[in-house]
């Protein structure tokens, strides 16, 4: 008996229906002399849909598909099927299985009819998005429904379509030009529209010329030096940076790079104190002492034409910041030191290594061990009981740490505060309160966790969640490991403890500590100022080499901000080096009335004129509240930048430092008196507790929430 009279005899009565709907994958069994099997029939239909419709170039995201039928369904299906051109580099090569499961889904009359209506739709839409971006508002109005004719043009007719398509992944670039010469809408456009994409491809083109295979390529100067770096890895309080600032010290001339002024200028004192004269060099402030040639100053001032004879770069496990990274990459690429003495985590080592080994400079690595152990203390502590002298409690936010505090104050604990906003001369003063006694606990953010080396007895996570500019997340070990660490000074204390403000955050801090160290993958990619030399604005080249694909471990950072600076200011000049200049100016990019100074410093040096002293400053309020004389600093920061770049007016900043200086007591006074702010509804202005976790209290909550 054949096989296919024992396929007649399994099916029986439904044999008729079954050749009906699959005689073509059993004729070819036949004829090939296969076994005729329910399974051999279906893996040959399966064949041949894979054959009709080339899966080889079908994108699908089937996953999306099966979870919601609305998901959108993008796909290639060439010869005279439907084009859905994606990214390339977004191409998936499917399974067989999850390809014919699609066509058995697509294949159901109702959902193809569907999905051919919605197809339509989408790209009449795209296609009027494209020709707007292209040539200004256009009226499609007019325009025929996309036909079945028009889905023949699949063929991408050149590679400069093609490398726009890639680059811009705009999906109806080839129907826009496959209509031109059939539809008089388009027709008159056509000279434009390949104008617009050679030029694109001109502009993508040079941008990918202006980065260098290798980015220590664009440090000249340090490649023409045989450089040797010491890496000093190990966790914090194991005495890193103090074994590299002694070589910087016996060095004829040095320079320390650190990602705080805080510790530039803590480096900038230890240096003059122990008579090596020391410049100070900050984004705030110049200090210049006489006969130095030694600078202490934050890692983004750094000169990479300058020689030195000793550098050291300290904090380099922020290599992998996604705002900052780029500047330490580029301190290791780009600086001229004979020895360069890197001070990093143990996650870090790895990647200094990497970038090291691409300036073909050498290297040795030394690792430090902590002097005092550090380890979990037995219970989680609920606030305020179980407070000790020395301990440093740690959360997230100004709020948090003015709340916190201010609930420390009612329990009778005398306490000092720490976090980014305070100046350095108020967080050093609070810090030495705290030294020496004259508090008993410090509230302090993560801005602990470098610097300041204190006397901390143990470490107190009341918050094991950070906020990252878009929502809040957990911290990674790396953090906790950084915070944690600041505790157990040696020789005060023998042990340097860690714990909780709960068993589950404590079982999470424990949990992290104990984990291996992972190796940072990724750092920050400098930007390249040969770029600028391109003739088109540098809006146009930043936001086109912030798309260009990037070679591990090299990632480029978030320019959504500069490009937003960029654009207002390419509204008044064209000089790309003023406006870059003034993009890179550091400012806290959240504050309304930064921004607004910023503007205004700018559009003075853009017309290039001085302005009066007393036309940029405001008058200072001896009554105001802490945070406005936070905001009343950093506006003059920011003065004192514009006047020392752009117009080097020694008189104005001596007054400008000299207000600072006020300020500085100013605020020293309130934090000391603790005059601070608790945590209010927003509504009420009710006082809630520092970890309540919504800025309005329940009775407004409930209250809105019947309105509603």
Known sequence: MSTLDNLKKQLGNDYNLYKKRHGRA????????????????????????LRKYDFGDI??????????????????????????????????????????????????????????????????????????????RYNLQNEKPITKKILKYTDIYDETVNYILKKQNLVTIPYILGKI????????????????????????????????????????????????????????????????IRALKNSGSGIYLAPLRLLA???????????????????????????????????????????????????????????????????????????????CSPDAVNACKQLIQMCNDTFECEQTQRLVPLIPDTEPIELPRGLQRGDALIVFSRKNVHSVA???????????????GLPYEVRHNEAQRFAEGETDIIVSTDAIGMGLNLPIKRVIFLETTKFNGKRRVPLSSSQIRQIAGRAGRAGLYDTGLYTANSAEDKEFIDNSINMPDTQITEVGAPFSERLMSINVPLSTILEKWSQMPEKPPFKKGDITFKLELCRYLEKMTEDK?????????????????????????????????????????????????????????????LLYYFYYKFWRDKEILAKITDTKSYLTQEMIKLVEKQALEPKKCKNCGKVLSWNYKIGICPKCFHKGKNQW
Request: glycine share 4%; proline share 3%; aromatic share 12%.
């Open 26 to 49: 059993i004729k070819y069994l036949q004829k090939k002399g296969l076994e005729i099997t329910t399974q051999n029939v279906k893996s040959r239909e399966r064949a041949f849909n």
């Open 59 to 136: 994108t699908l995201w089937a996953d999306e598909y099966f979870k919601s039928r609305t998901a959108e369904l993008e796909t290639i299906l060439k010869k005279r099927s439907i084009l859905f051109y994606n990214s390339r580099d977004e191409i998936v090569k499917l399974s067989k299985a999850n390809a014919v499961e699609f066509f058995e889904a697509f294949n159901n009359k109702w959902y193809k009819k569907r999905f051919f209506k919605d197809w339509h739709l989408s790209q009449r839409s795209v296609a009027k998005d494209v020709i707007d971006e292209l040539f200004g």
């Open 181 to 244: 010469p059939s539809n008089p809408h388009y027709r008159r456009f056509s000279k434009e529209i390949s104008s617009k994409i050679l030029a694109h491809l001109y502009l993508d083109r040079s941008i990918s010329d202006g980065i260098p295979d290798n980015y220590a390529q664009l440090y000249p100067d340090a490649r023409l030096m045989h450089r040797h770096f010491v890496i000093h890895y190990g966790p914090t309080n194991s005495g890193k940076t103090h074994k590299a």
């Open 265 to 343: 200028y803590e480096i900038y004192e230890r240096l003059n104190l122990e008579e090596v004269p020391c410049s100070l060099l900050t984004g705030e402030e110049r200090i210049e002492v006489p006969f130095s040639n030694h600078i202490s100053g934050t890692i983004e001032m750094l000169d990479t034409t300058a020689i030195f004879d000793v550098a050291v770069i300290d904090e380099a496990q922020m290599l992998s910041d996604s705002d900052r990274g780029a500047a330490w990459t580029k301190a290791i690429l780009g600086v001229c030191a004979n020895e360069v003495h890197i001070c």
């Open 406 to 420: 201010l609930m420390l104050k009612k329990y009778g604990y005398k306490t000092s505060i720490i976090y980014s």
């Open 577 to 637: 080096e003023v406006i870059y200049d003034l993009i890179t100016i550091p400012f806290d990019e959240g504050s309304i009335e930064l921004n607004r100074s910023w503007k205004a410093l700018s559009e003075y040096v853009i017309s290039d004129t001085k302005p009066e002293y007393n036309v940029v400053t405001a008058d200072i309020d001896t009554q105001s509240r802490l945070d406005k004389l936070e905001t009343a600093f950093k506006r003059y920061d």
